[in-house]
DNA sequence: TCTATATCACCC
DNA sequence: AAACGGGTGATATAGA
C-alpha cells in the first residue's frame, strides 16, 4: 500500500481498548467516576504486515505484544485514553503517537464539530458500526464486570470492528497529515493522559459536607432575601413574580427583543443604581448560580479527574466539562483544592500571554516594550501620552484603567460602542482610545488584519506549530483576528506540559493560560522552578521571546485560594452556613439520644 | 410531557 | 441591553 509509505517509521500500529472506571449504569455515570481506567479488552493492527493482536481478561501482559520501539507509530482516536490504559498496565509509554481525532479536528476544524470515531468514517464514507449498537455495547462495558458467558467476547468484537475502522479513516487522511505537526500534537497527547491520570487533589471532607448541606445551604441565602420579594419558588427564580413586583413596586425594566425581562447581572448591576430596593436580589441571584457539585468527579484516592478534551475549542483548546471539573465553576468553589498531608500544589500561569503574542508575533516593538515594562495598560497610557512618563498605578489609576479595558478590548475586537459602555464613557472617549491603539500599536494591527484578511478570501489561519482553522461560511473577523493570540497561546500551554510532564512534574490541571502542579512538600520549590523554566521554555519556542510566568503556592494544610482574592467571601459565607448546619444536626442528636 | 431555543452565568 | 474571542452547562419558556 503505497499511502503507507508517507510514514517513516518501521511499524505502524492501530490499537484501541476497551475499559471501564470500576463499574457504572451508564457512560455519563461512568464519565464522573472521577476513577482511572480499567483494560477490558484490547486490539492491535500492524499495518505494514496486517497482523492482528487480540487481548483481554487477564492476558495483558508487562508490555505491548506488538511493535511498540522508538521506530513504531502508535495510531489511536483520542490517543490519551489508550495510554492511561497504558498507564494502569504499567506499559511504557510509546515515542511516537498519531492521534486520528486531533487530525480529524485539524482537518474539519471551523467547519464541523463532530470529530467522535464514527463521525469521521461518516465524513469518508467507511461503513462503520452504527452508532446506537456503538452506545449500548460501550454502556455495557462501562457497567463493568460481572458480564455474562458471551460478552467478553461481543466486546472484542466490537473493539476489533472499532480498529478496522480507524485503519481506514487513518489511511484515508494519510495523504493530508502534516507528519511533523501531527506528532507533536500526538506527543501533547501523551502528556494530556499524565495530566488525566494525576488529576487534582480535593479536600473530600469539605466537599461530602457541601453536598450534603447544598440544598439546605440555598435556602438559607433564599430565605434570608427572598422574605421581602416572592419571587423565588422554592429554589428557582419566576420571571413573571420578578414583573409582578416590579410593578407593584412601580420600577420599569428594560425588556428583550421577545418581550422578556433582561435578567442579566449587568442590568440588575445597573438598574440598582437607580432603585438600590434592587440590590439585594442581585445577590442572591449571584450566589445561587453554579451552585452544583454532583457531577464533579472525584475518585476514591481524592482526585478530580476528567477527560480533559483536547483539541476541542477550534484554538485546539482543552474544554474538560464545567461540572465535572473543579476549574469549571466560580473561582470561589476552587477553596476545594487542597494538597493531600505531607503535599503541596501550585498554580503556575503566563503573564499577559495573549498581549504579549501579539507583540511578539507581529514584531510591534512599543508593544513588545509595553510587556516588558510589567504593565501594558500603563505604559500604554504612556506611549499614547494619556498620562505623563512618570504615572503610576496609583497617580493616574483611573486612566490606567480604561486603558486596560481597551488594551482586553481590542484583543477580541470590541469596537467603540461596546468599550464605551464598558468604561461608562462616551463612545467620543472610546473612540480615541481605540485610535490611539491603532496609532500607538500600528505593526500589530498590521498584522491582526493580515489575519482578517486572509481568512476572508478562505485561507486557512496557522499557528505557529501548524493548528490550522478554515474560514467557514460566515466567518466572524473577531474570531479570525484573535485566533493568533488564542490558539498561538495554547500551542504555548501544550509545549509547555510536554515539557513538565516530560521532566517528570506532576501536572494535575491545564487552565488555558495556567498549569496546576502537586508535588510533595520537599520537592514542591524544585519543581515549581523546573515546571517554570518549562513555560518559559515554551513561550520562546512559539513567540521567540521569554513571558513572565506568576506562580501561587499552596501548602498542606492550606487550601486553594484565588491569588485575587476572588470568591474569598462567598467561600466564607457558604462555610459559615455548612458550620451552622452541622452544630443544628449535632444538636438535634444530642435531644433525640440525650 | 418532552424537546428546542433563548438567555444567562461562569471560566480563561 | 450591546459588532468581545474561545468555551460548558443550567434553566425557563415556547412549541410540538
Known sequence: MAVLDLVPHAHIV??????????????????????????????????????????????????????????????????????????????????????????????????????????????????????????????????????????????????????????????????????????????????????EWHGIP???????????????????LIAAIDSDYGVFDGRTFRESRWRDWLIAHGIPWPTLESGRLALDDDTFRQMAKAYPEVSPMRELRSALSEMRLSDLSVGADGRNRTILSAFRAKTARCQPSNTKCIFGPSVWLRGMIKPAEGWGVAYLDFSQQEFAIGAWLSGDEAMQAAYRSGDPYLAFAKQAGLVPADATKKSHGDIRELCKQCV??????????????????????????????????????????????????????????????????????????????QANGNEMLRLATILGTEAGIEVCALVHDAVLIAAPLDQLDHDIERMRAAMITASRLVIGFELRVDVYVVRYPDRYRDSNGRGDVMWARVMELVAAREAAAARELEVAYG
Not at 429 to 435: E, G
Not at 456 to 480: A, C, E, I, K, Y
Request: aromatic share 10%.
Open 14 to 195: 492501530v490499537v484501541d481498548f476497551e475499559f471501564h472506571f470500576g463499574g457504572h449504569a451508564s457512560k455519563e455515570e461512568a464519565g464522573r467516576s472521577g476513577e482511572r481506567p480499567r483494560p477490558v479488552c484490547m486490539v492491535a493492527k500492524e499495518l505494514r504486515t496486517g497482523e492482528v493482536w487480540r487481548l483481554s481478561g487477564d492476558q495483558f501482559g508487562r508490555s505491548p505484544p506488538f511493535p511498540h520501539g522508538d521506530d513504531t507509530l502508535l495510531v489511536a482516536h483520542y490517543a490519551s485514553a489508550e495510554l492511561g490504559v497504558y498507564r494502569a498496565l504499567g506499559w511504557p509509554q510509546p515515542r511516537f503517537v498519531l492521534d486520528t481525532f486531533t487530525e480529524f479536528r485539524a482537518r474539519t476544524n471551523g467547519l464541523a464539530q463532530a470529530a467522535g470515531l464514527i463521525d469521521a468514517a461518516a465524513y469518508f464514507g467507511i461503513d462503520a458500526m452504527e452508532s446506537l449498537a456503538k452506545k449500548a455495547m460501550v454502556t455495557l462495558i462501562l457497567r463493568g464486570p460481572p458480564w455474562s458467558e458471551q460478552e467478553p467476547a461481543d466486546f472484542l468484537y466490537y473493539c476489533e470492528s472499532d480498529v478496522l475502522t480507524l485503519e481506514r479513516i487513518f489511511l484515508a487522511m494519510l495523504p493530508r497529515i502534516d507528519l511533523p505537526h501531527a506528532l507533536l500534537r500526538g506527543r501533547f497527547m501523551k502528556a494530556a493522559a499524565a495530566v
Open 408 to 485: 482586553l478590548g481590542t484583543q477580541y475586537g470590541m469596537e467603540a460602542r461596546t468599550l464605551a459602555l464598558r468604561i461608562g464613557q462616551l463612545e467620543l472617549v472610546a473612540r480615541r482610545l481605540l485610535r490611539a491603539h491603532h496609532e500607538t500599536y500600528p505593526k500589530f494591527w498590521r498584522w491582526a488584519d493580515d489575519m482578517v484578511d486572509r481568512a476572508m478570501l478562505g485561507f486557512p489561519l496557522l499557528t505557529v506549530f501548524g493548528w490550522p482553522v478554515h474560514s467557514g461560511r460566515d466567518p466572524n473577523p473577531r474570531s479570525m483576528q484573535n485566533f493568533g493570540c
Open 202 to 220: 480535593i479536600d473530600v471532607t469539605t466537599l461530602a459536607l457541601l453536598r450534603k448541606h447544598w440544598a439546605g445551604i440555598q435556602d438559607d
